[in-house]
């Protein structure tokens, strides 16, 4: 792990240490400056979990990705300064009933910080986290933006985000380490499935401590905390390309597809 690079690429010159201080701070600098974006499996490219692969593209290509990435990457990172990391698996609740079966396809972290765990997620698109949570049900924490909540149900561990005063589940998980092979299996599914959203719909978002930047498809939104989102929407490629640009930082992969691809967007 090339960790001086990454500190660049978030923007983070303070000194590093395994303490809660410096966590906090390299979860809210990785969020803001590696944005969420699926563009590979749009384009039809394989999603590649290696850390040379992963951090080839985040950090030195200048590109994002989604969960499997961003916090593979940040795992790297956080293992690169001294924290004791292990990767968890998650079935996403987001915008589905409470008691939805679905698959496990979200990757979160547990970080262990002296005697306490935290949780730590920063590949979960619209509702990335922007902070760490202890690892304690029942309990409303801060972040920058909304506060979260972890709730025990049935035998798992919920996470929770309160959104115009109603609390909502992004998904629900277990303790249980898991292995690198699992996570290959779930990417390989979300992101070659003819019915993921990821290979039919470009999602991009980004959170700094103030305000969510959002693309999906063709519709740009910006909320800040506490507020209703600002929507706008998007025509063609050429202006789609200036907003992940200018809004999103990213480089675009010089791909062939890739203006035919923003083109054929939905509304």
Known sequence: MDLK???QRIGHDAPVAADIATLR???????ASIPFENLDP??????????????RKLVHAHRGGYCFEQNLLLAEALRAVGFEVSGLIARVLWKRAEDAITPQTHMLLRVEVGAESWLV??????QTLTGALRLRAGIEQPTPLEPYRLMMVDGDWRMQTLLRGEWRSLYRF???????VDYIVANYFVSTWAESSFVSNLTVSRATSERRIGL????????RAGGEPERTLLHGSAQIRHVLEREFMLHLPDHPRLDAALDALPQ
Do not use: K, M, Q
């Open 25 to 31: 701070a390299l979860i809210g600098a990785h969020a």
């Open 121 to 126: 997620d920063v590949g979960f698109g619209s």
């Open 174 to 180: 277990d303790l249980r380490r898991v292995r690198p």
């Open 5 to 7: 690079a990454y500190l």
């Open 216 to 223: 999906h498809n063709r519709e740009l939104s910006v909320r």
């Open 42 to 55: 749009l384009l039809g490219e394989p999603v590649e979990l290696t850390p040379e692969a992963v951090e």
